[in-house]
């Protein structure tokens, strides 16, 4: 099976090769530095467009976007949990306070019974 995200890591790794050699040049006397700053702006276009092509070949794999939509699942499931949790704590905070005021009442008739 080709490893499409090695290549375009190696591809990646080769423009900003070329890249930096473009930045030595810029550096030395007399250099176009206008036309080497458009050559280096178009060479950072063509790196973003293959890290994009390897994110997307990451995303289209089918074991992974398995695991993508169990983590998106399994995000949704936490969220639910801890609303349900929150929901719980509110209805224990509810419990203990009727039974704050239950106590302050039987407290409160103590001496008549």
């Given at each position: 099976?080709t490893?499409?995200?090695?290549?375009?890591?190696?591809?990646?790794?080769?423009?900003?090769?070329?890249?930096?050699a473009?930045?030595?040049?810029?550096a030395q006397?007399?250099?176009?530095?206008?036309s080497?700053?458009?050559?280096?702006?178009?060479?950072?276009n063509?790196?973003?467009?293959?890290?994009?092509l390897?994110l997307?070949?990451?995303?289209?794999?089918?074991?992974?976007?398995?695991?993508?939509?169990?983590?998106?699942?399994?995000?949704?499931?936490?969220?639910?949990?801890?609303?349900?949790?929150?929901?719980?704590?509110?209805?224990?905070n509810?419990?203990?306070?009727?039974?704050?005021?239950?106590?302050?009442?039987?407290?409160?008739?103590?001496?008549?019974?």
């Open positions: 099976m490893d499409f995200n090695a290549i375009a890591d190696t591809a990646v790794a080769d423009v900003q090769s070329v890249i930096d473009l930045n030595t040049q810029r006397a007399g250099a176009d530095t206008a080497i700053d458009a050559q280096v702006a178009t060479l950072e063509k790196q973003d467009a293959l890290r994009d390897a997307h070949e990451i995303e289209d794999d089918p074991a992974n976007a398995a695991a993508i939509a169990a983590l998106n699942a399994a995000s949704t499931d936490l969220t639910t949990q801890a609303k349900e949790v929150a929901t719980a704590a509110n209805a224990l509810s419990a203990n306070q009727i039974v704050a005021a239950a106590t302050s009442l039987l407290t409160a008739a103590a001496p008549f019974l």
